[in-house]
Each structure stands twice: as C-alpha cells, then as structure tokens.
C-alpha cells in the first residue's frame, strides 16, 4: 500500500520560514518525480516545486528565490524549505509521487501565513 504523509505545516509571520517533510512508503522512492503542490482557498491546487530523480528541479515562479525542494532517497523523504513566508502562501500543501502515470498524492498540511 502507498502512503505519502506530509508533516511540518503550521501557523507563522509573514517572513518566516516552514519546513515541509513528506514521507513516503509501498513505492520505488528514487524513481519517482516528487513534488510539492499547494491548494489555496476556492483556488486550483498549483506546482510548487518539483524534483526528478536525478535531481533536477523546477519551481514555481510566484516562490522561485524563497522556496527550496531537496530529496533524500536513503530516507524515503522529500522537504520543501519555505522562507520569507507571505501571506499569500496559505494554503494546503500537498506532496506527491509520479512514476511513468503511477499518481499517489498525500493527505495535505495546512500553511497558514498571518501575523
């Protein structure tokens, strides 16, 4: 079974920082694309930020500079540092794993910027 879980969403001020961490399970962790999505209130869910697996990424332009993906295949982890945090970065975070059409996407955590 495929389980992807997302943890480190949370409330904070505008220009702080979040990590994000999505573990994952049941699947070939290294020869999936990761990415990390976001959904905002009456809004479509969005790419945040992708990484291959070999490494190459691709980030949104609304968070290129303030948004970092990294990977860690030995742990089955995928981050998303989020610094300098707006306001109009609230949404739902979710993590998500594709592999020649195999889809599996998390939960979601929430990311609430306000201050």
């Known amino acids: 079974q495929v389980q992807l879980v997302e943890s480190g969403g949370g409330l904070v001020q505008p220009g702080g920082s979040l990590r994000l961490s999505c573990t994952a399970s049941g699947i070939t962790f290294s020869t999936y694309t990761l990415g990390w999505y976001r959904q905002a209130p009456g809004k479509q869910r969005v790419l945040v930020a992708k990484?291959?697996?070999?490494?190459?990424?691709n980030v949104a332009d609304a968070v290129r500079g303030r948004f970092t993906i990294s990977r860690d295949n030995a742990k089955n982890l995928v981050h998303l540092q989020m610094n300098d945090l707006k306001p109009e970065d609230t949404a739902v975070y979710y993590c998500n794993a594709w592999w020649k059409g195999y889809d599996y996407w998390g939960q979601g955590t929430q990311v609430y910027v306000s201050s």
């Open positions: 990484i291959t697996s070999g490494g190459n990424t």
